[in-house]
């Protein structure tokens, strides 16, 4: 440019990258937060070598070191939580600054249009010169390709650095989880991811059903599992306390959230935001527990929410205190096994089975329960009269509901 390599205006490098640094104190938010001797130090240092590659890069030559140096400046960063939109934001306000030095060296040539009257056309304007224009156009292919490679190499040494942390956080806490499930957790696992063990928690027993595109025959069911997985991991790290313990496969899992951090009336809402996240309803149950009785309580919750997918209910949060006389009915015992019996005079009348429990499972709601059974409202009222008929006990009356309700409780366990 005007004769000159284009790299020309960067060769100060040490004075042009103080000055890209103080730009990015300045005009990149979370660098204003840094201490000084951050930016002095690191900061500058890696701003620095920025332009050295840039300039060899403008002169045809690459230094691999300086590619490297980029990369573990970005691994760093990505352990100390620096984010990563921030990194490259601060490289793209740099190269501003680089390419506004690179074009004012233009050589340029003054023309005016003298046939107007008017004083705004008697200003010169400058143009780029042929030679210089051509030169410019190459160069910011170039320049091009070289944000390409700082990014690129930003990019990929931080998505890489931050996998290791997520995985080695991911491990530790998959550790400390299973220990505590187990009864024997040690303040050594603590220490190593970093979370301190509560002395109460929220237990969380989920079902998280298929996908509809698990049952696609075009698409693998393994890939949109774990799609579905990774979402709610997500959205259970955008919303939940960091403390919070999860173990969890496409199909369910347990979650421990310390009860410091979240409201027994926080975790409807959580359900719901998880459903959202996975695209598929989740079923829910939960207990509030000290960190000793953590085992017993885990099994007691899960207990619990199997009896409630048994019964096919409706998606959504299941407490203890709600379910305690199901549960109850679920004990092995004598008392369970009569029960059981009371629904026989249905088994050559499965449809009438299937309008009970879906009536049941949909809180009595006669148009909910014609919808789901894809009939009309008139069926399901004959099809209560005829269960009541050949049970003897009326589903439409209270206590006969009670014993309908109860005996379809035990039947799921008496029954599989």
Request: charged share 15%; aromatic share 4%; with cysteine.
């Amino acid at each position: 440019m005007s004769g000159q390599p284009l790299s020309s205006p960067l060769r100060d490098v040490w004075s042009l990258s103080r000055h890209m640094v103080g730009h990015f104190v300045e005009n990149v938010a979370p660098c204003g937060t840094l201490p000084g001797d951050a930016i002095h130090g690191d900061i500058t240092t890696i701003t620095r070598t920025c332009l050295e590659l840039a300039i060899s890069l403008l002169d045809g030559r690459d230094i691999p070191e300086k590619t490297e140096r980029l990369k573990d400046a970005a691994a760093a960063w990505a352990r100390e939580g620096v984010p990563i939109d921030t990194i490259h934001h601060a490289i793209h306000e740099g190269f501003k600054i680089g390419f506004d030095l690179v074009v004012t060296n233009a050589t340029t040539k003054n023309t005016s249009n003298t046939g107007s009257t008017t004083s705004a056309s008697t200003e010169p304007t400058l143009t780029l010169t042929h030679t210089d224009y051509t030169n410019l156009l190459q160069g910011a292919k170039l320049l091009v390709e070289i944000l390409d490679t700082m990014t690129t190499a930003v990019s990929h040494a931080y998505v890489r650095e931050l996998r290791a942390v997520v995985s080695e956080h991911h491990n530790a806490v998959h550790t400390l989880t299973s220990a505590l499930l187990g009864g024997h957790p040690t303040s050594t696992m603590a220490r190593e991811c970093g979370i301190e063990i509560a002395d109460n928690y929220h237990i969380l027993a989920l079902h998280i059903p298929p996908h509809p595109d698990q049952h696609n025959p075009h698409l693998d069911p393994t890939i949109i599992a774990r799609r579905k997985l990774r979402r709610i991991q997500a959205a259970l790290a955008t919303t939940t306390h960091t403390t919070t313990l999860s173990l969890l496969s496409t199909d369910g899992g347990t979650l421990l959230i310390p009860t410091t951090h979240t409201t027994p009336t926080d975790l409807d809402p959580l359900i719901t935001h998880l459903s959202h996240a996975a695209r598929v309803p989740i079923t829910a149950t939960t207990t509030t527990t000290t960190t000793t009785d953590i085992p017993t309580a885990t099994d007691q919750t899960h207990q619990l929410l199997d009896m409630v997918t048994r019964l096919e209910s409706i998606p959504g949060l299941y407490r203890f205190d709600d379910l305690a006389l199901e549960y109850q009915l679920t004990r092995p015992g004598p008392g369970r096994d009569h029960l059981g019996t009371l629904l026989n005079p249905l088994d050559h009348h499965p449809e009438l089975l299937t309008t009970l429990q879906t009536h049941i499972a949909n809180n009595l709601n006669r148009q909910r329960t014609a919808r789901l059974l894809h009939v009309h409202t008139n069926t399901v009222d004959y099809r209560l009269k005829r269960i009541a008929q050949l049970t003897g006990f009326d589903p439409t009356q209270a206590s006969g509901l009670w014993y309908l309700r109860s005996a379809l409780v035990a039947r799921t366990y008496t029954t599989n």
